[in-house]
T-cell receptor, first 112, second 112 residues
């Protein structure tokens, strides 16, 4: 069974702090997606990374795909209350394009 | 703009009743998915469809069924609702099987 493990599961920080969340697996993925889900809404895609070692930036968010395409990280600089939400990673297994594999998510609370 | 809509947004039903949750997308996507989201379990795949007349079981399909008679709709039926099926249900669609998933806003189902 292919798994994506996200850590930490919960994170509560003050506005202005930096943070990193991780998405790890023992399996190789052809691509990996990061979503943010706000309360009462469905997840919304933030970014897709497809190349080992790739780094993508979205304003204060930096996404990295591991060289071996087994892991990814999301770094937020100077977090703001608007960053509060559930961050989910989802991977497309290499050699098997039937469906995405989802992590359990990291619940982030940024306090003013 | 294309969208994916779920109805109802909230529903309370009694144990043993049949319940159908609607999902309608205007993306013209072949791939559609039903998930349930529960604390501690993340998004779990119930059923999915890769096109008209195609349906497949996900990891938690017991007690649920789907049918795909057209591209736009994938209704989810709970044959005989049980308290264990109290959850938030999300429908999603995607252009390819593992590309960006577009989610509906969810249906909060309570079985009493």
């Amino acid at each position: 069974t292919q798994l994506l493990e996200q850590s930490p599961q919960f994170l509560s920080i003050q506005e202005g702090e930096n943070l990193t969340v991780y998405c790890n697996s023992s399996s190789v993925f052809s691509s990996l997606q990061w979503y943010r889900q706000e309360p009462g809404e469905g997840p919304v895609l933030l970014v897709t990374v497809v190349t080992g070692g790739e780094v993508k930036k979205l304003k204060r968010l930096t996404f990295q795909f591991g060289d071996a395409r087994k892991d990814s990280s999301l770094h937020i600089t100077a977090a703001q209350p608007g960053d509060t939400g559930l961050y989910l990673c989802a991977g497309a297994p290499a050699g098997n394009n039937r469906k995405l594999i989802w992590g359990l998510g990291t619940s982030l609370a940024v306090n003013p | 703009d294309a969208e994916i809509t779920q109805s109802p947004r909230h529903k309370i039903t009694e144990t043993g009743r049949q319940v159908t949750l609607a999902c309608h997308q205007t993306w013209n996507h072949n791939n559609m998915f039903w998930y349930r989201q529960d604390l501690g379990h993340g998004l779990r795949l119930i059923h999915y469809s890769y096109g008209v007349q195609d349906t497949n079981k996900g990891e938690v399909s017991d007690g649920y069924s789907v049918s795909r008679s057209n591209t736009e709709d994938l209704p989810l039926t709970l044959e005989s609702a049980a308290s264990s099926q109290t959850s938030v249900y999300f429908c999603a669609s995607s252009e390819s099987r593992v590309s960006q998933a577009f989610f509906g806003q969810g249906t909060r189902l309570t079985v009493v």
